[in-house]
């Protein structure tokens, strides 16, 4: 079975056939995707991880449309129905749509209408009318009454007649997929509001009157749109023109006629068989084959957004590091107070507290005394702020007091807190800190996602990190089934310190198990520290094809063996060992030494058993031995003075950190407690197509603010510096709108609305009792994703 799959495989992905096949043969020897992707490029040719993520959810799906393919033709055999051009035809389905379309006429399902009139006698009347016109319908009819069964008058059994080629012609699986097609590509998706919901759904108000083109729909709108339907606003259909007249004769009635050759010659059946054709689409198919590509767009849409989930969760997890540093977590609260936790270099929790410096108690002296006595007691080197409420008037705190101390050199950071208590709540949490405040776990979380974001973002649920879009509306089964090897692959491209590193980080290594990875944690924790790899063969559930998966990802940072602390698999130390014994050096001495590394001949170390591209992957390994693929560690530095929405000007340039890229633009946090949002449009001078092009989450940027809405807290940020909002109002004859409520934007067609990315925001300016008015694209893109996408 696999050689055809790998046939097939080779063929969509673009690869060779050896490729493919020796995959596929990895993946079913229970090979995961990073140890193959690195140390068995020689037998898969070199396929990457994001090649081989393809090739394993491509695998996936062939295999699950080839036991379907099998359930179907048993079921068909078993009915006595399956033809030789049938099984040709089911064997040739290359999608699970198609398959279904085939399998249609034999689904066991209730009893049709159809079905008694074929039980009656009536199939032979059908097929008499559809092959010779020329028959009169209510003359020939009268030859197949069959009273018992009710159809005792000419129209009773015509209408029998009718039903059966109405059922026969709309499981026609040729006829589906040409109507489909048609639709799919001239259909329009049309939003209506429900008559009355107008107010209970003012956020959907966008698409109260709304028509664009079904295949150039993007995610973010499908999903608002099926997000208002659910809740009742909103009622979606699919047209062929912004005002059909169902009056009219569907274009679709004529493709069934010409399909099934009917066409009106004025023969005595032509009228009845035409009506045979409009029942047939207005009664059978409209709706069902509506039903199958709004499902198509929700699926496409689903797989969109889940890819920007997962490329955000990425970017967040391959985040710079500060690295092994003393720091302090700090937990704002305003009434409940700031809750602070200190960690030790490795993340392990030595003192924690509560203060109170903010408002309504103000007990900043008190404060500045706990948090210096810590500093100086631990050796504090990092101040971890977490963004949630009460954030900039903390770090407003800790600035002072910092700078009421110069001689100290500590560096405060505001980091992003989502999901931390998730995570303080959690199972995890509660074993490892058993008498810790849930608070305080919180206030841990937020200092150690500081030191190394991958190692502690891992204990939480990647759903609840919140970098997604519409992340609710998704299916949870695929979404967490893509973030997950998000996970994984972000784990295996760092490498784990076995050491140091958590249970569940463990568990995210290639090869290993929730299970051992606690055996591992359990052993560290008994015995002390592993001092080589080799030492994982004691762990109770390390068997060798474990080992052989995991031993590349995994570090010993101080182990007797130097290479322990590299990416060079243990099944290749003796390449290493070779090269090191035939130059004369000590193995140690090989680490980092560039200039010898670069002169030794790859080739002349290939052997049966290991590959060229393995010898060149070990040597440029022993150059920067562990070496991190994430960036060097820097933050944003948040404006001082600059804490709340109200303190924004327009044409004010700050520095801040994207928290979040959708199909539409950038979320980026300057410091005021709500994110502003850099359109697509205003992303680049250059035209952007996707906006990760432009940026990423954790990236700090400078962008210039170009709209704000203090009402509704909205912000509108532009990455072009070049830009002026003010200028921009005056060009366009704006005027200042201050007060209140501000009236909202009209609406206009999506088409229209995003068809130029290259039209920029617009702007008003403000004095400090004014909000400005967005509008041009920025007020789509507020109108339709921050409204619409609220808690999404």
């Keep these: 079975m696999n050689q055809p799959v790998a046939a097939l495989l080779a063929s969509e992905l673009s690869i060779g056939l050896n490729q493919a096949t020796a995959a596929v043969t990895l993946l079913d020897d229970g090979a995961t995707v990073p140890f193959i992707s690195r140390y068995r490029k020689e037998l898969t040719g070199g396929l990457d991880d994001t090649q081989m993520r393809h090739l394993e959810e491509r695998l996936r799906y062939l295999r699950e449309l080839a036991e379907r393919r099998e359930v179907i033709l048993k079921s068909v055999e078993d009915q006595g129905k399956l033809t030789a051009a049938l099984e040709a035809s089911i064997r040739s389905a290359d999608t699970k749509s198609r398959l279904e379309d085939l399998y249609i006429p034999y689904k066991q399902k209730r009893r049709t209408k159809a079905m008694i009139a074929r039980d009656a006698g009536l199939e032979p009347l059908a097929n008499a009318l559809l092959e010779n016109p020329q028959l009169a319908p209510e003359l020939t009819a009268q030859g197949y009454l069959a009273a018992d069964a009710g159809f005792d008058t000419p129209k009773a059994a015509l209408d029998g007649a009718k039903q059966i080629l109405m059922e ?256 303080s709540a959690s199972e995890l949490a509660a074993k490892e800190f058993p008498n810790v405040d849930v608070t305080i776990r919180g206030a841990v979380s937020i200092a150690r996602r500081l030191q190394d974001p991958l190692a502690e973002l891992v204990k939480i649920d990647p759903q609840s990190i919140g970098v997604g879009q519409y992340q609710h509306d998704v299916s949870q089964l695929q979404l967490g089934r893509q973030l997950n090897t998000v996970v994984e692959d972000c784990v295996n491209a760092v490498g784990v310190d076995i050491n140091t590193a958590s249970s569940p980080l463990l568990a995210r290594v290639s090869g290993l198990s929730a299970r051992v990875a606690d055996n591992i944690v359990a052993l560290r924790d008994a015995k002390g520290r592993f001092s080589s790899r080799k030492a994982l063969l004691d762990v109770p559930g390390m068997g060798a094809k474990t080992f052989q998966q995991s031993a590349g990802f995994l570090r010993v940072m101080d182990g007797v063996n130097p290479l322990d602390r590299s990416a060079v698999h243990p099944e290749s130390y003796p390449v290493v060992e070779a090269i090191a014994k035939e130059n004369g050096r000590e193995l140690q001495s090989l680490i980092a030494d560039s200039p010898f590394l670069r002169a030794v001949n790859a080739q002349q170390y290939v052997s049966e058993q290991v590959g060229l591209p393995t010898v060149t992957d070990i040597l440029r390994e022993l150059e920067k031995p562990g070496r991190d693929p994430r960036p060097e560690f820097k933050t944003a530095r948040l404006q001082d003075g600059v804490e709340k929405i109200t303190d924004l000007e327009l044409d004010m340039v700050l520095e801040g950190t994207v928290t979040n890229v959708t199909s539409f633009g950038a979320f980026v946090d300057v410091g005021v407690h709500q994110d502003g949002l850099v359109h697509i449009s205003a992303m680049s001078e250059k035209f952007v197509k996707d906006p990760r092009d432009a940026a990423k989450a954790g990236d700090i940027v400078k962008v210039k603010v170009m709209a704000l809405d203090v009402t509704r807290q909205r912000i509108g940020l532009s990455m072009r510096l070049s830009d002026s909002a003010k200028d921009k109002l005056e060009a366009e004859g704006g005027r200042e709108k201050s007060g209140g409520r501000r009236s909202k934007p009209t609406p206009r067609s999506a088409r229209s609305q995003d068809k130029k990315q290259g039209d920029r925001s617009r702007g008003t300016t403000r004095s400090p009792n004014t909000q400005a008015k967005p509008s041009g694209a920025l007020a789509n893109a507020f109108a339709k994703a921050l409204k619409n996408d609220q808690g999404g």
């Design 168 to 423: 026969r012609f709309a499981e026609d699986a040729d006829l589906l997929d040409s109507l489909r097609r048609f639709l799919s590509s001239q259909g329009l998706l049309a939003a209506r509001v429900v008559p009355g919901k107008e107010e209970e759904g003012a956020k959907f108000s966008d698409y109260f009157e709304h028509t664009e083109v079904l295949q150039s729909v993007p995610s973010h709108r499908a999903l608002a749109m099926f997000r208002g339907r659910n809740e009742g606003i909103l009622m979606l259909d699919l047209r062929l023109t912004p005002d059909e007249n169902s009056a009219d004769v569907h274009p679709c009635q004529g493709m069934i006629a010409k399909h099934w050759h009917i066409q009106d010659q004025k023969r005595p059946a032509d009228k009845w068989l035409s009506e045979v054709v409009r029942w047939t689409w207005s009664v059978k198919l409209s709706v069902h084959i509506q039903s199958d590509l709004l499902m198509l767009l929700r699926e496409k849409a689903e797989t969109e957004a889940i890819g920007v989930f997962a490329s955000n969760l990425k970017d967040l997890l391959l985040a710079a590091p500060a690295g092994p540093q003393v720091t302090i977590g700090l937990d704002p609260g305003l009434r409940t107070g700031v809750k602070v936790a200190t960690v030790d270099a490795t993340g392990k929790l030595v003192d924690q507290a509560t203060i109170y410096p903010t408002p309504p108690q103000n007990k900043t002296q008190e404060a500045a005394a706990t948090l210096l006595a810590m500093i100086e007691r631990h050796g504090v080197q990092l101040i971890s702020i977490g963004n949630g409420t009460g954030s900039r008037e903390t770090d407003r705190f800790v600035a002072e007091m910092l700078a009421s101390k110069p001689q100290l050199s500590v560096r405060r950071v505001i980091v992003n807190e989502a999901g931390a208590s998730i995570y």
